[in-house]
């Protein structure tokens, strides 16, 4: 059986509806933090120009393998075992003709711990192609307060789970973006007190 994410699965449509129009002249995407690879499937089968790299820690890649092998495409390569917080990265430059022009992750900003957060933003810099966007998806606080009390409730019990973790701050992960030459493109309001943020790099 296939492993399935239930959160993964009610935002799949929400998040196929919001990257559509950021990623229509995109071609190469690296998912980071991919699960259970419900988002590869759902979204290169709705956009078919797309191809779309999973990757994630070790022990989640062989469920994504299988499934990408059971329902992906010439367009869902093999996952790639990634961690965040161990670079280089197994991808493409940014000046290569193969470097990723959309970098995408749901949920993982809150699991991991914002010195892996900080890792996360410096790979991007480092390997977004000129033009490319950056797209996090999650729960999010907005000058140090939370959107609901279920986020904030969310967040003690991520914290008790891993006191590294937690709900991240809008703007500290702005400043992250900024000081990798990324600007804010949109900051969009998703189901369930969740955000999607854009980030842009510049063409030139």
């Not at 729960?139 to 986020?151: E, L, Q, V």
């Not at 000081?179 to 030139?204: F, K, S, V, Y």
Request: hydrophobic share 45%.
């Amino acid at each position: 059986m296939l492993p399935v994410a239930p959160a993964a699965e009610r935002n799949k449509d929400a998040i196929l509806t919001a990257l559509r129009p950021i990623v229509a002249r995109c071609r190469r995407v690296l998912e980071v933090g991919s699960g259970t690879g419900q988002h590869a499937v759902h979204v290169t089968t709705a956009l078919p120009h797309l191809l779309w790299q999973c990757s994630d820690l070790p022990a989640s890649v062989p469920g994504i393998a299988a499934r990408l092998a059971e329902e992906g495409s010439d367009r869902t390569p093999p996952p790639l075992t990634l961690d965040v917080a161990m670079p280089p990265w197994p991808v493409p430059a940014a000046t290569s003709p193969e470097a990723f022009d959309a970098i995408f992750t749901a949920n993982t900003l809150h699991i991991m711990s914002f010195a892996h957060v900080k890792e996360f933003f410096q790979r991007v810099g480092e390997l977004l192609a000129p033009g490319g966007v950056c797209c996090v998806y999650g729960p999010m606080k907005y000058g140090g307060a939370f959107t609901t009390p279920s986020n904030a409730a969310f967040d003690a019990q991520l914290r008790a789970g891993n006191p590294e973790s937690g709900i991240r701050d809008f703007e500290a992960l702005d400043a992250l973006a900024g000081a990798q030459g990324l600007t804010l493109e949109d900051d969009i309001a998703m189901p369930a007190n969740n955000q999607l943020l854009i980030w842009r790099r510049a063409a030139g």
